[in-house]
């Protein structure tokens, strides 16, 4: 697994010093300076990007990651892979959006096959939670390439609307879950499992569906550390959620905060003032008690 950040022109000459004994003749005319040692390789590109290789490339990276002010990628532990799913074409399936008051909630089941094993690596993809919104868009268009998926947003009206005919969020995720993996399995019948982040226990996820069910379901907390499935899932669909959000604060001419702490009060009084409360059934979850906050 290689390692890599973009740098500051004049951050190159530290490099250049510091690495000097292990610089090697490159004819690539991509390439600026190339750096080799027993336990590492480092190339710096024309176009600033540094990329770390070798048995202690992380090493280095983190190194010159601190020491630039980058932010650091932590290393992305594959071994919970090597299990009984590892060789098996799985869908998996995640969401977002269920603990923030304003924002939809999104659903994502992605397939994920063994020949994809090797891409997952090189893109280091792992639980969208670990990483950065910036990190997320960026892979998250790499992954919308080359991945299979489909994804379902529920908007807040239609939401708010389903809890109000007394669905709880269990069984509006249950709903979700379900249709976006029957929409997969139409997709992919050669599947061998399905894998859920496991938000209930199976008997209420059916119970939720009115016993409906679909072969071979599994469960799993955690699933991301699971199977990449789960986790190629999980980024879309956190993607899809940034991009609903950025649309829904561009509507209202203000930056809607993620969550459901204090600073989400803070901006909805700023909207309750200015709007009332109406507007909240579009933006925002209404039983959340940030609502009941903003607005008494």
Known sequence: MSYDFVIEQDNIGKMVSYYRNYLENTADSRILYSFKSPDFKIIIYNTRKVLFQGKNNFEEYEKWAKIFGVEVTPPVDYSSYTNQYASQRIIGSDEVGTGDFFGPVVVCAAYVSPKDLELIQELKVKDSKALSDQQIIALAKQLIEVFSYHVLVLPNEKYNALVAQGYNMNKIK????????????????????????????????????????????????????????????????????????????????????????????????????????????????????????ITK
């Open 174 to 293: 249950a709903y979700l879950h379900n249709h976006a993996i029957k929409k997969m399995v139409i997709k992919h019948p050669d599947y061998q499992n399905i894998i859920i982040d496991e938000f209930c226990s199976p008997e209420n996820f059916y119970k939720y569906l009115d016993g409906e069910k679909i072969s071979n379901t599994k469960f799993h907390t955690k699933g991301e550390s699971v199977h990449p499935a789960v986790a190629v899932a999980s980024i879309i669909a956190r993607y899809k959620f940034l991009l609903e959000m950025d649309k829904l604060s561009e509507e209202i001419h203000i930056t809607l905060p993620k969550g459901a702490g204090a600073p989400v009060d803070a901006v909805g009084k700023v909207i309750y003032l200015k709007n009332g409360t109406a507007i909240f059934n579009k933006i925002a979850k209404t039983h959340f008690k940030n609502f009941d906050r």
